[in-house]
Nanobody, 117 residues
């Protein structure tokens, strides 16, 4: 079993910054990818950023240039630095872990981000 826990969410004004963190524990084995998703009210969950084996990163167009995903393999953590936040960034942010050789994903329970003046 893999446990995933997000933290760092909160309320911030437009233009502000937040740093989200995700901690992974349990039967981790080898991680293929670590991702951040978000879900705005009444909208489908969408991919925000991914970091995969080898360090390659991918970002949604909506956050490119503003968000940065990083990982610490030794500590089994992944962070999302969010700068220049916009109202449309509001949502619950989820951490997703994909292990090598598996189709199953492991999810945290989310951390809420509210961007409002």
């Amino acid at each position: 079993q893999v446990q995933v826990e997000e933290s760092g969410g909160g309320v911030v004004q437009p233009g502000g910054s937040l740093r989200l963190s995700c901690a992974c524990s349990g039967s981790i084995f080898s991680i293929a990818a670590m991702s951040w998703y978000r879900q705005a009210p009444e909208k489908p969950r969408e991919l925000v950023a991914t970091i995969i084996s080898g360090g390659k990163t991918n970002y949604a167009d909506a956050v490119k240039g503003r968000f940065t995903i990083t990982r610490n393999n030794a500590k089994n953590t992944v962070a999302l630095q969010m700068n220049s936040l916009k109202v449309e960034d509001t949502g619950v942010y989820y951490c997703d872990i994909r292990r090598k050789g598996e189709e199953n994903d492991y999810w945290g329970q989310g951390t809420q981000v509210i961007v409002s003046s």
